[in-house]
């Protein structure tokens, strides 16, 4: 065996050489790997665990500010925060867990939380993410500006109501909707760019779920540049059953634009505007292909069966779109009668 080394490495064949020096390279490799995949692993366990130690003193703490009748001192508070928030990493786990409580309790609490933050000093947290231009750290901070109703950060939040990442856009929208008590859409006198409709959607859940005040006129925004704030403010007028602004949305019914035009269709079909189908029968012959299809569902859901009759004759031989939609709207129909009457 000593010999056959002895060859190797001194006069033994250069290709064996190689080979073995490469075989040993790669082991050592892989040695390292493994070293660094346990390290990390311990590493992160360790970490996880620390994390966890973390949060239960600072819940413990933050339970007790809250509701013993006893409350820490002011020393006590700046005390705590040198002994257990020292690091960047034990700032974020305060806000994180302060963050759990602000999203359980409401009210009187809801604010001492917010007096907490403060005075633990991690709001320099917020203001340095916000101006660090990493989109992440900003989505985060503009998050956590929005939970704990940060109203100082307005104006710096602002600047990416049209931020071409549509995380920050989001966060933006849902920042100034959840801080409004009575113009939850204020925010749409700041808006350039179009809003597209996922973003739509995305207002109209946040009204729904994120907004406690009283609801806004929507007519308000009729007169906006932008068509798409047009479009969302016509649909919720319908949605929110405004009737005092349908004189304002029988205008769009001869709009050049299609979708403000199906817009107003909708909204005042969800109203009960009763000259609505008059008006569309009248006019049908003289809308696109499009326009026709819309009209077409919308009073197949809120006409009569005589009513939806009534459009067959109005459709061209030649207009074979319009006539497919109508006859299968139709053969639904009846097959929904069938079934209703057995």
């Known amino acids: 065996m000593e010999t056959l080394f002895r060859n190797i490495t001194e006069n033994g064949n250069w290709v064996l050489k190689i080979n073995t020096l490469f075989a040993i390279f790669f082991l050592l490799v892989t040695l390292g790997f493994v070293f660094a995949i346990l390290y990390l692993r311990i590493s992160k366990i360790i970490k996880d665990r620390n994390v966890e130690k973390q949060k239960e003193v600072l819940s413990n703490f933050i339970t007790l500010y809250l509701f013993d009748d006893k409350l820490p001192s002011e020393k006590e508070i700046l005390e705590f925060r040198k002994e257990n928030i020292k690091t960047s990493l034990d700032e974020k786990v305060a806000i994180k867990v302060l963050l759990v409580f602000e999203e359980n309790f409401k009210g009187e609490t809801n604010e001492k939380i917010k007096e907490l933050f403060f005075k633990w000093d991690l709001s320099k947290i917020v203001e340095t993410d916000l101006k660090s231009g990493k989109w992440y750290r900003v989505a985060r901070a503009i998050y956590v500006a ?41 925010f749409f ?27 806004p006129d929507f007519s308000k925004w009729l007169n906006s540049e932008l068509i798409s704030i047009k479009v969302f403010s016509i649909k919720m007028i319908g949605d929110y059953n405004q009737y005092k602004n349908v004189p304002q949305l029988i205008p769009f019914l001869k709009s050049s634009h299609e979708d403000l035009k199906k817009g107003a269709i909708q909204s005042l079909g969800n109203l009960g505007y009763p000259e609505l189908l008059p008006h569309l029968h009248a006019s049908f012959h003289e809308e696109t292909p499009a326009v026709k299809t819309f009209i077409l569902n919308v009073v197949r859901k809120i006409g009569s069966i005589d009513d939806f009759l009534g459009f067959e004759k109005l459709i061209s031989e030649k207009d074979w779109v319009s006539r497919q939609v109508y006859f299968k709207l139709w053969n639904n129909w009846r097959k929904e009668l069938e079934i209703s009457t057995v």
Not at 152 to 165: A, K, L, Y
């Open 146 to 186: 929005s939970e704990l109703n940060l109203k100082r950060f307005q104006t710096v939040i602002e600047e990416f109501i049209d931020s071409e990442r549509d995380e920050l856009r989001q966060q933006a929208i849902l920042y100034f909707i959840h801080l409004s008590h009575e113009e939850p859409l204020a």
């Open 189 to 215: 006198s700041k808006i350039k760019k179009p809003l597209t409709l996922w973003e739509q959607i995305y207002i109209e859940e946040c009204l729904k779920s994120n907004y406690t005040g009283t609801v």
